[in-house]
């Protein structure tokens, strides 16, 4: 199956505390993107990456962080820097600027 | 900045009706504009692009227009059905390279009743 899987599907973390969201995909795709949606909002873009080992910050970068050291991984760190950490987190590739989303990570903290 | 706005309110409809949802956007046209249906607690799913040169496009029951005087498309479903019900998003596409950015709106829910 070709896809995109995002890890853990919900997540807690007390205050203070870091914490990394998985990204996978097996589509081959070169650009991977993260967005933040908050209820009521649209998605907001947190970063992007165009290609392995190069990324670019998007509209809502302060607090978080990422890496891309294989085409296939894009994980999301959500440092404690990050003041309202609590929403639902997108994962998406792009292919012929069609985006594809994974299923999503609802990130709470406690 | 650039702003785009969906109507907040849900859209209530009935069965076999045609939905009209608005996508509205301030200052410089995109590139393209693209919309996605949403469902519950899940990612977006890629439905239609128009890009700018083009005023109407059509995939099955649904039809999207682009109208860059206005800053304004609209999407419409056609025949519509209880299984339509979800939020649709609007997409600007505002890439300048291969890659880059959209900028979605809020999205409309749309209730279709049976």
């Known amino acids: 199956d070709g896809g995109i899987t995002q890890s853990p599907k919900y997540l807690f973390r007390k205050e203070g505390q870091n914490v990394t969201l998985s990204c996978e995909q097996n589509l081959n795709h070169d650009a991977m993107y993260w967005y933040r949606q908050d209820p009521g909002q649209g998605l907001r873009l947190i970063y992007y990456?165009?290609?392995?080992?190069?990324?670019q910050k998007g509209d809502i970068a302060e607090g978080y962080s990422v890496s891309r050291e294989k085409k296939e991984s894009f994980p999301l760190t959500v440092t404690s820097a990050q003041k309202n950490p609590t929403a639902f987190y997108l994962c998406?590739?792009?292919?012929?600027?069609?985006?594809?989303f994974g299923p999503g990570t609802r990130l709470t903290v406690l | 900045s650039q702003k785009i706005e969906q109507n907040s309110e849900a859209l209530n409809i009935q069965e076999g009706k045609t939905a009209t949802l608005t996508c509205n956007y301030t200052?410089?046209?995109?590139?393209?504009l693209q919309w996605y249906r949403q469902d519950p607690g899940r990612g977006p799913v890629f439905l239609l692009l128009?890009?700018?040169?083009?005023k109407e496009k059509r995939k099955e029951r649904l039809k999207v227009t682009f109208d860059t005087t206005l800053k304004q498309s609209l999407f419409h479903i056609t025949a519509s059905q209880p299984a339509d019900s979800a939020t649709y998003l609007c997409?600007?596409?505002?890439?300048?390279?291969?890659?880059?950015?959209?900028?979605f709106g809020q999205g409309t829910t749309l209730q279709v009743k049976p």
């Open positions: 998406a590739t792009e292919l012929y600027n069609e985006q594809f």
């Open positions: 200052n410089y046209s995109p590139a393209y």
């Open positions: 990456s165009q290609i392995v080992n190069d990324f």
């Open positions: 997409a600007l596409d505002m890439r300048t390279g291969n890659t880059g950015k959209l900028i």
């Open positions: 128009i890009r700018e040169n083009e």
